[in-house]
Structures are given as C-alpha cells and as structure tokens.
C-alpha cells in the first residue's frame, strides 16, 4: 500500500513536470511567432464546437422560423408588449396581502 502510493506519487510528479514543459514549449513557440501568449489560449471543447453541420439544422435568419416567433401566442410577452401576471409564493396558503404586491 504505501509503495503503491509512491508510485502514483511519482506519477503525479512526472505528470506536472510534463504539463509544465509542454506550457512553456507552446509559450517559447508563440513568441518567436510574436504572439501574445495569453491571446492565444485553447479554447475549450464543447458540444457546441464538436457538433458537425448538417443540413437539416435550423438557421438563425430562416424566415419560416421568423413567422412562427410572430405568430407564437406568447409573443407579446416576449416582446414586452404584454405583462404577465406573475405570483410568488412561499406558502402553500398565501396571505390577502401578498396578491397586492
């Protein structure tokens, strides 16, 4: 047990040293391109990034999907036209004093 945790010690040691090497490799590299090294951080993988295109996908300036958010019945509340009638409560029975707030 205790030589398996100087094992995994060590791993862990090797790991952060590699890490490190491999930080100021791409640093080294972005400036000899004269890049700024904080402007080029990695971005993130997302489902979003990953996500392929396909043809099937909506766009955002179709104009059928324009028609339907016009038409949609709870447009003028999106829009602000409307407002709605919201109530919140903390009780199961709420108080007359709460329907004037």
């Excluded at 080029?40 to 295109?53: C, F, S, V, W």
């Excluded at 766009?59 to 016009?70: K, L, S, Y």
């Amino acid at each position: 047990k205790i030589k398996r945790a100087e094992m995994y010690g060590k791993y862990l040691m090797q790991k952060k040293a590699q890490k490190r090497q491999s930080r100021i490799q791409r640093a080294k590299e972005a400036e000899e391109l004269g890049e700024d090294v904080e402007e080029r951080k990695q971005a993130p993988k997302t489902l979003d990034n990953t996500r392929e295109k396909e043809h099937t996908m909506v766009q955002m300036d179709d104009v059928e999907v324009m028609g339907d958010e016009e038409t949609d019945e709870f447009a003028d509340y999106f829009s602000d036209t409307v407002r709605p009638k919201i109530i919140v409560t903390t009780r199961p029975r709420p108080s007359a004093k709460l329907f004037y707030f």
